[in-house]
């Protein structure tokens, strides 16, 4: 099966300016952290705030559980980018 191809940077950011909305920072920070990460959309929707937040800061790796993960028998480990990072802490610090 033939994949699509991956975005270039002037697509990244040209989606990232037009978010808007009352979601926009959790879009923001879901699509950056998706695509400095790779995991997929159900990896990323079964995330929860303690496994990428703790101690009032966003933690350098998240721990995605194996029953999240598709066809792994183990979990795994992965470093969160510095710029999904802080996209992660402007959605939490977000007023709603």
Same mark, same amino acid.
């Given at each position: 099966?033939? /994949?699509?191809?991956?975005?270039?940077?002037?697509?990244?950011?040209?989606?990232?300016?037009?978010?808007? =909305? +009352?979601?926009?920072?959790?879009?923001r920070a879901l699509l950056t952290l998706g695509i400095?990460? =790779?995991? +997929?959309?159900?990896?990323?929707?079964?995330?929860?705030? /303690?496994?990428?937040?703790? /101690? =009032?800061?966003?933690?350098?790796?998240?721990?995605?559980?194996?029953?999240?993960?598709? /066809?792994?028998?183990? =979990?795994?480990?992965?470093?969160?980018?510095?710029?999904a990072a802080a996209a992660l802490l402007e959605w939490?610090?977000?007023?709603?």
């Open positions: 099966m033939k /994949g699509c191809p991956a975005l270039t940077k002037p697509q990244i950011n040209l989606t990232l300016r037009h978010l808007k =909305g +009352r979601w926009r920072w959790r879009n400095r990460t =790779g995991l +997929r959309i159900s990896e990323l929707l079964s995330l929860e705030l /303690g496994q990428v937040y703790q /101690g =009032g800061q966003v933690l350098p790796r998240l721990y995605l559980r194996r029953q999240d993960s598709k /066809g792994k028998r183990t =979990g795994s480990s992965i470093v969160i980018h510095p710029r939490i610090q977000s007023p709603l």
